[in-house]
T-cell receptor, first 111, second 116 residues
Framework: GQQLNQSPQSMFIQEGEDVSMNCTSS?????WLWYKQDPGEGPVLLIA?????ELTSNGRLTAQFGITRKDSFLNISASIPSDVGIYFC???????????FGTGTRLQVTL | AAGVIQSPRHLIKEKRETATLKCYPI?????VYWYQQGPGQDPQFLIS???????DKGSIPDRFSAQQFSDYHSELNMSSLELGDSALYFC???????????????FGPGTRLTVL
C-alpha cells in the first residue's frame, strides 16, 4: 500500500526559530494536506494543496506541493510555544477518498 | 464556525461487548470518514460515506459496521470488542460538492475507546 515517510520524526527548537519538515511518498497524490494534532485531540487542518508546484501560506505556515506529486514540505517561521504538537502530512488520490497519513513530526519548542 | 461533533468523547467497554460511536458532520457536509488512531500512531482510514452510500473502505474489521443516515450523521458500530480495539476513533467530514475544497477533511475531537 501507499506509504508516506515524514521527517524529521521529532525536533526540539528554540522559540523564534524556523522549522521545516517534509513528506515523501512512493506514489503520486492529487492532494496534499497538512494537519496539527494536540494530544488526545483531533487533527486540525492547516493547509491544503491541490496542484503540483503550488506554494501556499497560512500565517506563519508555508507549504508546497512537490513537482513530482510525490512530496510536500511545511515550513513554520518564527516558532512560538503554541506551535508544540504533532504535525501530519496526508494525501489522497481521488475525489473524497481516504487520506493516507505520514508518520508525523513531533515539534517541541523551548523558550 | 460549527465543527464535527462526536459522541461519546470517552467510552469504556469490556471484551466482547458492543459499542456505538456517533458522528455529526459540519452542517451541509455530505461526506463522512472514520479513522482509527492507536497510541503513537497516525490515523488509519476505516470507511467513508457519501450521500448515505459507502464510498470507500479501508482496513475495517468485519466486526465493525457503519452507516450514514438521512440527516448525514453517521454511526460506527463495533461488536465483539477486543483489547486491540482500544484507540482514538475520529470522524471527519467534507463537502464533495464544494468545488476545489472537496478533499479538505475536517476532523472531530474523537472518541477514546478503552476495552478492558
Amino acid at each position: 500500500g501507499q506509504q508516506l515517510n515524514q521527517s524529521p520524526q521529532s525536533m526540539f527548537i528554540q522559540e523564534g526559530e524556523d522549522v521545516s519538515m517534509n513528506c515523501t511518498s512512493s506514489s503520486i497524490f492529487n492532494t496534499w494536506l497538512w494537519y496539527k494534532q494536540d494530544p488526545g485531540e483531533g487533527p486540525v487542518l492547516l493547509i491544503a494543496l491541490y496542484k503540483a508546484g503550488e506554494l501556499t501560506s497560512n500565517g506563519r505556515l508555508t507549504a508546497q506541493f512537490g513537482i513530482t506529486r510525490k512530496d510536500s514540505f511545511l515550513n513554520i517561521s518564527a516558532s512560538i510555544p503554541s506551535d508544540v504538537g504533532i504535525y501530519f502530512c496526508a494525501g489522497n488520490t481521488g475525489t473524497a477518498s481516504k487520506l493516507t497519513f505520514g508518520t508525523g513530526t513531533r515539534l517541541q519548542v523551548t523558550l | 464556525a460549527a465543527g464535527v461533533i462526536q459522541s461519546p468523547r470517552h467510552l469504556i467497554k469490556e471484551k466482547r461487548e458492543t459499542a456505538t460511536l456517533k458522528c455529526y458532520p459540519i452542517p451541509r457536509h455530505d461526506t463522512v470518514y472514520w479513522y482509527q488512531q492507536g497510541p503513537g500512531q497516525d490515523p488509519q482510514f476505516l470507511i467513508s460515506f457519501y450521500e448515505k452510500m459507502q464510498s470507500d473502505k479501508g482496513s475495517i474489521p468485519d466486526r465493525f459496521s457503519a452507516q450514514q443516515f438521512s440527516d448525514y450523521h453517521s454511526e460506527l458500530n463495533m461488536s465483539s470488542l477486543e483489547l486491540g480495539d482500544s484507540a482514538l476513533y475520529f470522524c471527519a467530514s467534507s463537502l464533495l460538492r464544494g468545488g476545489i475544497s472537496y478533499n479538505e477533511q475536517f476532523f472531530g475531537p474523537g472518541t477514546r475507546l478503552t476495552v478492558l
